[in-house]
């Protein structure tokens, strides 16, 4: 009788349902924001537990809104499993996010969460860290304008950086179910 064992010194390899080109060391890294409390922070004040990050704008009208609800389900999810986890939701539009509004919008999703702007060179620097994608529509009307941008969430641990991204279509429970397999083995 033949065995064949796969070795992997990856702890995480039985929790992994993606691969990221360059590898996961690739997506994350240091960043200086400021947060929904005029706060300039860094990742390590703001990444302090297992996170769910999120990059949006508060002024969308539909995407932002539902994804970092779901987020925010998610950790209320792992919390009934007792583990704790932060959902934190980045600006890809300092223009109109403020401190304040960002504030506003992170108090109605979930009181854990933690909001996150800066300066237009500041968010570019996250943003670029995460790989992430925004683009604000070239509009006339300075008020009422539409950011495109990727809509990955990604669960960051602090002792080990990025270990995984969740796609918009996926429900709480499966952002839930496979951030307490990472969780569990961090």
């Not at 947060?35 to 969308?60: A, D, H, K, M």
């Not at 495109?148 to 839930?176: C, I, K, N």
Request: charged share 25%.
């Amino acid at each position: 009788m033949w065995a064949f064992f796969h070795r992997s010194d990856d702890p995480f390899a039985k929790c992994r349902s993606t691969q990221i080109i360059g590898g996961a060391g690739s997506i994350g890294g240091p960043f200086t924001l400021i947060n929904q409390n005029g706060i300039t922070v860094s990742e390590r004040e703001v990444i302090t537990e297992p996170s769910l990050v999120y990059f949006g704008y508060t002024f969308c009208p539909d995407v932002c809104p539902l994804d970092s609800a779901r987020n925010a389900e998610a950790v209320d999810l792992l919390a009934k499993r007792g583990m704790s986890a932060t959902p934190v939701f980045i600006s890809v539009d300092p223009k109109r996010d403020t401190p304040e509004v960002v504030a506003e919008f992170t108090k109605w999703l979930h009181p854990k969460m933690i909001g996150l702007t800066g300066t237009p060179e500041q968010v570019k620097a996250a943003s670029q860290a995460y790989r992430t994608y925004y683009k604000a529509h070239d509009d006339e009307d300075e008020e009422y304008y539409l950011v495109d941008h990727s809509t990955m969430t990604y669960l960051m641990l602090p002792d080990h950086g990025f270990v995984e991204f969740f796609r918009r279509d996926q429900s709480a429970e499966v952002v839930a179910e496979t951030s307490a397999c990472f969780i569990s083995r961090s």
